[in-house]
């Protein structure tokens, strides 16, 4: 995301007066919202599938899931699915012994930390996270069953 405030939505900005057709784009670019929940690729782990599911309803209930942003959800559900496996990877400690017998960090908390920054960003790139559904202007949302309320 881009640092400051978010723009403000075209009917705001009708309403104040400070529209600039200069500043209007003639062909804006819009995506069909799907209204219901793809299905997962086959080759995603049952907790990959498990995520993937929960982000396309939350998604489907901002109304902004489409087919142009399924990729992002796929790959968000991958780095769920490793960040999940490297959890359990490291119960038992985040540190291993090498073999000259000095400890070292678990490859698996370096695996857990790169998946839990990317699925941060994703979460809040697509405003999954209470802060980020806050900030970003959705319009009004579809009555269902309040995944982000």
Same mark, same amino acid.
Request: charged fraction near 30%.
């Given at each position: 995301?881009?640092?400051?405030?978010?723009?403000?939505?075209?009917?705001?900005? !009708?309403?104040?007066?400070?529209? *600039?057709?200069?500043?209007?784009?003639? =062909?804006?670019?819009?995506?069909?919202?799907?209204?219901?929940?793809?299905?997962?690729?086959?080759?995603?782990?049952?907790?990959?599938? *498990?995520?993937?599911?929960?982000?396309?309803?939350?998604?489907? *209930?901002?109304?902004?899931?489409?087919?142009?942003?399924? =990729?992002?959800?796929?790959?968000?559900?991958?780095?769920?699915?490793?960040?999940?496996?490297?959890?359990? =990877?490291? *119960?038992?400690?985040?540190?291993?012994?090498?073999?000259?017998?000095?400890?070292?960090?678990?490859?698996?908390?370096?695996?857990? !930390?790169?998946?839990?920054?990317?699925?941060?960003?994703?979460?809040?790139?697509?405003?999954?996270?209470?802060?980020?559904?806050?900030?970003?202007?959705?319009?009004?949302?579809?009555?269902?069953?309040?995944?982000?309320?």
């Amino acid at each position: 995301m881009t640092a400051g405030r978010p723009p403000k939505p075209r009917h705001v900005k !009708e309403a104040q007066g400070t529209l *600039e057709k200069s500043r209007e784009v003639d =062909n804006p670019i819009t995506f069909q919202a799907l209204s219901e929940v793809p299905e997962p690729p086959d080759w995603i782990s049952d907790d990959g599938r *498990e995520y993937f599911i929960y982000c396309c309803k939350a998604l489907i *209930e901002t109304g902004s899931l489409s087919a142009a942003i399924m =990729n992002k959800v796929v790959r968000a559900a991958k780095w769920h699915s490793m960040f999940v496996q490297a959890a359990r =990877n490291t *119960e038992d400690g985040y540190t291993q012994k090498t073999q000259s017998g000095y400890k070292s960090i678990s490859p698996d908390l370096t695996a857990l !930390e790169r998946a839990e920054k990317y699925l941060t960003e994703f979460e809040r790139e697509y405003g999954l996270t209470l802060a980020s559904s806050q900030k970003l202007s959705m319009g009004d949302k579809p009555k269902g069953s309040g995944l982000l309320k």
